[in-house]
């Protein structure tokens, strides 16, 4: 299903190191405190547009009381943590245009390119500001998004994170890094000792509901959440993530989205967090309004580009999907699963080996993993690269382990139908596949062939027939499902079925296979006739079969059909005492 994006993950390392990025002019705001309680007031309350108004308002009056008031780096400060990143960015280069401007400015322009995702031009600027721990905590991320081990190492060291007693900023700007490597365990270890050393830190709360909410653990994620949100109840990554909680614990996207109600235009909501509640108003509402609001964000929310993809795949856009994807390199489970599933479809779609190859490899890759093989998506990953290697016996195990899970679930229920099925467990996929309600699945033909056989191999031929009778008469695919039942029918002794499909594939395609077939299947009705063993059907049906039997016969104008349905006529007549070509008949070809 579509992919609830909970926070703006993107951006959450990054936060933390620049947390403390005005310390350098925070002093000169406290002198003058006393002048302009307001701007304190404004920053204290994170009310950063009130706090602009009034700095371009200082900058726009001569008023002496404002002459001391380092008005550009807190606009720098200010833009910033609105996420107006391109302005902020465009103060500080300002700043640095002065020769006697502080280095440090240099680290919060890093700060800005950080976020802005221009990670080699953050890494320079860095390299030009002082060493300090905010110089190391940026480049601690950017060495994390190039996977620069050795600096991360290095970095590791420099900020001395192994030490609990180092800045908060510090151990914050790790565990950051943790959960963006999908560390989520290690991420929050760290989020509870420091929520138990600083109580009143409360956005703490926040993060660790992040990595609850990562760990699938709902309802936890809510109860931490709840601690911020009695104190800050407008805060829109919070109530997004309360949004998305409800989601996943309810799976109602009505109710989900009813969450953002508490937030209002006037909260002071940043355009990143808005565009991020609109992407997962379409996770809600299943996909409508995708194509207007997912492609702008597909290189700002990760989550974005992974529903585009869910999106064409449940519209059946294979190609669109794949182009997606193809080149996108997998980082989280979730993202290797969805690059399996389409690789799967257009496998399939194409008849392609290497692409139905490369599928077992992702899917390999999640269920063979040891973080996620005792997971619920980490099973299904395993079950679905057995699938494709047609393992069916031990796609089983891991289906029936997760099976309690997904027991309403439609496509859960068409793929272990068919596993069952494979393995000729006929009665259990017959109950499983009729639980199957999505009219796609319904209607498609690998659906209606596997059910058939599995009526057939259930004795309930007449089941299976229905089912071709309910067809498209224009079909292309009515010739192959009447062959599945033909021959399924004949290799079970259910001759008269089988003779009424060979009847209609005969007059399809004249071809000896389907007249011997058809000839067989007749011979094969009147014999159990005469021998009793047409079960327990009433007499008179069992008389209307074999009269059936005998004109399908008659209608093939062949030597040898017609030596047969002699033959066939005269025992009647002689034992019986009827006539089997002009006894009546309510025979239904299609």
């Known amino acids: 299903g579509f992919t609830g994006s909970s926070s703006l993950e993107m951006n959450l390392s990054r936060l933390k190191p620049v947390l403390m990025a005005a310390s350098s002019f925070t002093q000169t705001s406290k002198q003058v405190s006393e002048k302009r309680p307001a701007l304190d007031d404004f920053i204290s309350s994170r009310n950063f ?26 606009l720098g400060y200010c833009n910033f943590h609105l996420g107006e990143y391109q302005k902020a960015m465009d103060i500080y280069k300002e700043i640095l245009r002065d020769p006697a401007a502080s280095p440090e400015f240099h680290l919060y322009l890093a700060c800005c390119l950080l976020y802005m995702g221009l990670y080699r031009e953050a890494q320079q600027e860095a390299m030009l500001g002082p060493v300090c721990p905010l110089q190391y905590r940026i480049l601690f991320n950017i060495a994390h998004k190039f996977n620069d081990d050795a600096q991360l190492i290095k970095c590791h060291k420099e900020l001395d994170i192994d030490n609990p007693k180092c800045p908060i900023e510090n151990q914050l700007c790790f565990a950051a890094v943790y959960f963006l490597r999908n560390h989520f365990e290690e991420a929050s270890d760290t989020y509870k000792r420091l929520v138990l050393e600083h ?11 992040f990595c ?11 109860e931490m959440l709840n601690n911020y949100l009695q104190v800050h109840p407008r805060s829109a990554v919070a109530v997004n993530l309360k949004a998305c909680n409800q989601y996943k614990l309810f799976t109602n996207g009505k109710t989900a989205e009813q969450e953002y109600r508490a937030l209002s235009d ?6 990143a967090e808005r565009a991020l509640i609109e992407h997962n108003k379409v996770v809600f509402r299943s996909g409508e309004g995708a ?25 059946e856009d294979i190609q669109d999907a794949y182009a997606l994807i193809k080149d996108f390199p997998p980082s989280t489970p979730q993202e290797f699963i969805l690059k399996a599933v389409v690789n799967t479809f257009v496998g399939q779609v194409s008849v392609s080996e290497e692409h139905l190859k490369q599928a077992q490899h992702y899917f390999n890759l999640v269920g063979s993993s040891t973080t996620e093989c005792d997971t619920i998506p980490g099973r299904q990953a395993m079950a679905s690269c057995l699938f494709l290697l047609k393992h069916f016996d031990e796609v089983l195990i891991y289906l029936r382990s997760i099976k309690a899970f997904y027991f309403a679930d439609d496509t859960f229920n068409y793929n272990y139908g068919l596993a069952l099925a494979a393995t000729s467990q006929y009665k259990e996929a017959e109950e499983t596949l009729l639980l199957v309600q999505n009219e796609r699945i319904l209607k498609d033909i690998c659906y209606l062939s596997w059910l058939a056989r599995c009526f057939v191999m259930n004795h309930r031929p007449q089941a299976a027939w229905e089912k071709y009778l309910a067809m498209d008469p224009q079909s292309p695919e009515n010739f192959g499902f009447l062959q599945l039942i033909a021959n399924d029918c004949y290799t079970t002794n259910q001759y008269y079925y089988a003779a009424k499909a060979f009847d ?14 058809k000839r067989g299947a007749c011979v094969g009705v009147f014999q159990q006739y005469i021998t009793g063993r047409m079960g327990a059907l009433d007499k008179s049906i069992q008389q209307q079969q074999v009269a059936e039997a005998a004109q399908m016969l008659r209608t093939s104008q062949h030597p040898t059909c017609e030596k047969a349905m002699m033959t066939i006529r005269k025992w009647i007549l002689e034992n019986q005492g009827w006539d089997v070509l002009t006894a009546r008949t309510d025979q239904t070809v299609a």
């Open 49 to 74: 547009v009130g706090a602009i108004t009034l700095l371009e308002f200082m900058r726009s009056t001569r008023i002496k009381q404002y002459e001391d008031v380092p008005i550009q780096p807190w």
């Open 199 to 209: 109580p009143e830190m409360l956005a703490l709360n926040v993060y660790m509901a």
């Open 212 to 222: 609850y909410f990562k760990l699938d653990y709902y309802d936890l994620s809510m």
């Open 266 to 271: 006037s909260d002071g909501i940043t355009e």
């Open 291 to 315: 194509l207007q609001v997912l492609p702008p964000l597909v290189d700002v929310i990760p989550e974005a580009r992974l529903n585009l993809v869910i999106y064409h795949l449940r519209n």
């Open 504 to 517: 209609v594939l005969e007059r399809i395609d004249p071809h000896p296979d389907y007249l011997d077939g």
